[in-house]
């Protein structure tokens, strides 16, 4: 997985660039929910405590690609631009060590940088134009490793160590100067998960979740 070439998006040359959902599959088509949900062969990136529902002597496996098309509208007399961008997104595994405890890898981008912008600036005095041109690229990726813990039957905690880690670049250049910015970034971050169930009604099965986190 790669933060870098894998986003066309004017909004990423801010901050640390265009911020990834963080959800895929079974999840991201439910909009994120998940700190109360598990499931026996389905990996929640939501809440580490989650892990502690994968079936016994199985091994989960799990990857995602993207894809997405862009179109940038400049106003009528200016015309419009079209980007497809597509990549390798995400990596995922789980599997139970021993009848109470999981353990979960994943690798997937976190933030990405991709642009490449135009401006003319008119010379004073001469009907030149200089032309400036800023370009990004980059991003940074998270690798997440974490255990899920059986306490009781219907009580389950876990946590979750996030490093992250990338490069960023970013471009001015135009006919008479150039600015060059790059950086390295890494962080580690810590989460704690606990879901608890409990039978409602007959048939019925009720399951909370809370996700707690940390920064180092």
């Not at 989650?50 to 106003?75: C, D, H, N, P, Q």
């Not at 997104?89 to 599997?95: N, S, T, Y």
């Not at 905690?157 to 992250?164: C, E, K, L, R």
């Not at 989460?191 to 940390?214: A, C, I, P, R």
Request: without cysteine; hydrophobic residues 35%; glycine residues 12%.
């Amino acid at each position: 997985v790669s933060g870098q070439n894998m986003t066309s998006n004017a909004i990423s040359m801010f901050g640390l660039g265009e911020i990834e959902r963080g959800t895929y599959g079974y999840f991201g088509g439910m909009g994120g929910l998940g700190f109360g949900m598990n499931e026996i062969n389905t990996i929640n990136n939501n809440n580490p405590a989650s892990l502690s529902s994968i079936m016994k002597k199985s091994f989960v496996l799990e990857s995602s690609i993207m894809g997405k098309y862009s179109r940038y509208t400049a106003g009528q007399s200016l015309g419009s631009e079209s980007t497809v961008n597509g990549n390798f997104e995400r990596i995922a595994m789980a599997f139970r060590v021993s009848d109470r405890i999981a353990l979960g890898f994943s690798l997937t981008p976190f933030t990405k940088i991709g642009y490449t912008i135009k401006k003319d600036n008119p010379v004073e005095g001469t009907f030149d134009v200089d032309e400036t041109v800023f370009t990004g690229s980059g991003g940074l990726n998270r690798i997440n490793i974490s255990a899920g813990f059986n306490i009781l039957p219907s009580l389950s905690v876990g946590v979750n160590t996030a490093i992250y880690f990338g490069n960023l670049s970013q471009k001015e250049k135009s006919s008479s100067w150039a600015i060059t910015n790059n950086a390295q970034t890494s962080r580690v971050n810590f989460d704690l998960g606990l879901q608890y169930s409990f039978d409602y009604k007959e048939n019925t099965k009720v399951t909370l979740g809370l996700v707690g986190g940390m920064k180092a």
